[in-house]
């Protein structure tokens, strides 16, 4: 599979046309969703009332946008402007920060009822620069120690992603616990090449359960995209258009237009200098 | 889009800035309102969470004065509206949020903050 977090910064390799392209791809957009889905499960939430969740590299919103169409209010954080920005566009309601995770949080203990990330943290096992506090396992203990003050006890993240070894996997879970999680991985699909997804599955306190729940074995559902799948998506696209048109009063085209071009300035500001990154091999640090 | 739901969980995050860093004060802001669904038992399960005075107190720098001085202990439905239109439905699209304790600037823009750290603001 293809490793973009070998190849530049999040900021940079989601500039404004990968940040399009991303999110236009249906495939992608199937990917997400059904992960985004499987999260929400694992998540175990409270049935029936609406939550407040933190979206950690929210990206262009195909996460939120099930979070809203599961009713949830959300807080989403990103560290690409290119993609926040196509965030805007597609009118998500969730809060959106620009935001390096790596950095940590600012949130005030037992501020969410729960946390998902979606295809995101494989980014912090990358150094950015040669500077301690840019150094993998300082990035995650940061990461960890603000997120699991951010949320409420019981509770649970559940953030997927991608290892690429399980040494990987052993520094990011023994980095979760140090910082006070109890839980840890799910894997689904194990013997599938293409259906595996691997979750991280966080608690605070008893997280709600005794037990790491389980990951899915057996077969494969038909292909990613059966039918129920995109009838779902159908669905949602339907309910995001007309949502869309309910809205169109408060945020008009030039409302959006406005904030594009003043978000797309501000993004300019953050794009590093040519010479920092060019021809800089990239590789995990262990 | 920086809803005051937000801004009441938010603490500066800057190096060693752990006293008085809550909340962020806002300055040369601009809002705007925004309709949102209603939902009672959100807003319930959800005031708990709630640094009250300072929920007031921006509130008032937005211009709104809905909301009591004091958390109310009976909360009923027209208290929720306007708590519900104080959290949820006031949008602040520019301007900036300000740490009090190490003046740190978190600018606003598009009704997004900008919460990136220099190098020797990271914990
Ligand atoms: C594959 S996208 C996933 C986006 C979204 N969760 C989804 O499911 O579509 C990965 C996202 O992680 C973000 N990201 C990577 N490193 C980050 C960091 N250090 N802080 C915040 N976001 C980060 C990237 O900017 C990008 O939007
Ligand atoms: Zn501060």
Known sequence: MSRPELIAPPEIYYGDTEAQKYTANSRIQQIQADMTYRALELLNLPPDEPSFILDIGCGSG????????????????????????????REVEGDLFLQDIGQGFGFRPGSFDGAISISVIQWLLNAETSHPTSSPPHRLTRFFTTLHSALKNPSRAVLQFYPSSDDQIQLITSIAQKAGFGGGIVVDYPNSKKAKKVFLCLFVGSGGAQHVPQGLDGEVPEGA????????????????????????GVKDKDWILKKKELYRRRGKEHVPNDSLYTGRKRRPAF | MVRLITHNLLACHVKGCTRNNFPLLFENVQIEIQESDFNPDFLRNFMPKLEWKALVDAARQLGDTSLPLEQPEMVDEEFLKALHHVLLEIHVMEGAMVCQNCKHVYPISNGIPNMLLAEHEIG
Request: cysteine-free; hydrophobic content about 35%; overall charge positive.
């Open chain 1, 62 to 89: 195909l996460s939120g946008e099930i979070l809203d169409e599961q009713g949830h209010i959300w807080v989403g954080v990103d560290i690409a402007p290119s993609m926040l920005e196509v965030a805007l566009e």
């Open chain 1, 225 to 248: 995209g059966d039918s129920v799948k995109f009838e779902k998506r159908r669905e949602r696209e339907k309910r995001r258009k007309e949502n869309g048109a309910k809205r169109k």
